[in-house]
């Protein structure tokens, strides 16, 4: 099974032909302090498309709200931006206007796994035992049951389940699948 994220391009020793053609997408996230005073600021997870970009806002029973996340086709650069938490921001006070009174406690960037129509890669390869699970984008936390429920048929009954078949590897040419993401040293 190969689920690397988006490292399941750069494993050395795979061959080529099914080597997946999983890019880098770079999304920054960031997470907000509520005090309690603000208690309870916000409820239910809040999901929305503003000025063109998806943001989404989920309050944490810890009093914690972590808003997200860009998508920048960045390469392999994790660097956090001012730029991006600006937009987060931005986006998230559309929506909710007093959460740029909240203290900021964190920012990070990380890298989704993206196939070259951002769905999913699943299912069997051209090496016999290999099975991708990879590729889910931004998507990738809301898919993980489904993911596992997919996999764990194909594994214990040797086939991929009808749900599934859209998003086999197969549906990429060779050409494609061959392309190998440079990484920095």
Known sequence: MLAAGSLSGRLPGLPDEVVPPVRPVKG?????AVPAAYAPFLTRTVRAVVRGSHVYLVPRENGELVVGATSEEMGWDTTVTAGGIYELLRDAHELVPGITELPLTETRAGLR?????????????????????????????????????????????????????????????????????????
């Not at 920054?28 to 907000?32: A, E």
């Not at 991708?132 to 429920?149: E, K, S, W």
């Not at 009808?162 to 190998?180: I, Y």
């Open 113 to 185: 796994p993206a196939s070259p129509d951002n769905a999913p890669l699943l299912g069997p390869t051209a090496l016999p035992g290999l099975h991708l699970a990879t590729g889910h984008h931004r998507n990738g936390v809301l898919l993980t049951p489904v993911t596992g429920d997919v996999m764990a048929e194909l594994l214990t009954t040797g086939e991929l389940p009808e749900v599934a078949r859209p998003f086999t590897p197969h549906r990429f040419s060779s050409a494609a699948v061959s392309v190998r993401q440079e990484q920095p040293a």
């Open 28 to 32: 920054q996230v960031l997470r907000l």
